[in-house]
Each structure stands twice: as structure tokens, then as C-alpha cells.
Nanobody, 120 residues
Framework: QVQVVESGGVLVQPGGSLRLSCAAS????????MGWYRQAPGKERELVAC???????KYADSVKGRVTISRDNAKNTVSLQMNSLRPEDAAIYYC??????????????WGQGTQVTVSS
């Protein structure tokens, strides 16, 4: 199994910045796409940003220009740098890792989520 652990969720003022981190672990697994999703109360979970193993990035329109996703393939980590935060960015942020055993099928593994609050 793959374990996914997020960290970095905090209370931040509007206009502030924060960095979310996610670490994936699992012996004999190959890691593919890594991404961040978020879910606000009463809303569906949505993609924030994702990055492939080759470094291709995709961002939600709502965060373009304010968010940067990066990964360290040697450490199996993915980070999300968020700047110019807005109240509407407040949500639980989840890390999703796509992985497979060396000769197995790909599956998605989710972290437990980390709370981001944007408020003055």
C-alpha cells in the first residue's frame, strides 16, 4: 500500500502565502501523477493542480498565477506553494498520488487532508 501524508495547512490572512507538502511512501511502488485537490463545505472536491512524473503541470483556472506545484521524484514528495490567498481558497486540501506496483495496475491514493483557512 501507499501512504500519503499532507502537512502545512494553517490559518492565513487574505493576501498571505503558505506551502503545502505531501509525502508518499510505499515500497516497490512506482509513482506517476501527483496532485492537490480541495473541498470546501457544501462543494464538490476539485482539482487545484497536478504534476506528472515528467514535470508537466496543470492548474485550475481559479488559481493560475497564484499557485505553483512542484515535486521531488527522489523523495516522492509534492508541494503546493500558494500566494495571494483569497477567502475562497479556504478548504480542506487533499493530496492524491497515482501509483502502481512494478507489474501492477495504477491506483489513486489519497491523504487525509489538511485544513487551509483564509481569514482576517
Amino acid at each position: 500500500q501507499v501512504q500519503v501524508v499532507e502537512s502545512g495547512g494553517v490559518l492565513v490572512q487574505p493576501g498571505g502565502s503558505l506551502r503545502l507538502s505531501c509525502a508518499a511512501s510505499g515500497s516497490a511502488f512506482i509513482f506517476f501523477d501527483m496532485g492537490w485537490y480541495r473541498q470546501a463545505p457544501g462543494k464538490e472536491r476539485e482539482l487545484v493542480a497536478c504534476i506528472s512524473s515528467g514535470g508537466s503541470r496543470k492548474y485550475a483556472d481559479s488559481v493560475k498565477g497564484r499557485v505553483t506545484i512542484s515535486r521531488d521524484n527522489a523523495k516522492n514528495t509534492v508541494s503546493l506553494q500558494m500566494n495571494s490567498l483569497r477567502p475562497e481558497d479556504a478548504a480542506i486540501y487533499y493530496c492524491k498520488i497515482e501509483a502502481s506496483p512494478r507489474f501492477g495496475l495504477r491506483s489513486d491514493f489519497w491523504g487525509q487532508g489538511t485544513q487551509v483557512t483564509v481569514s482576517s
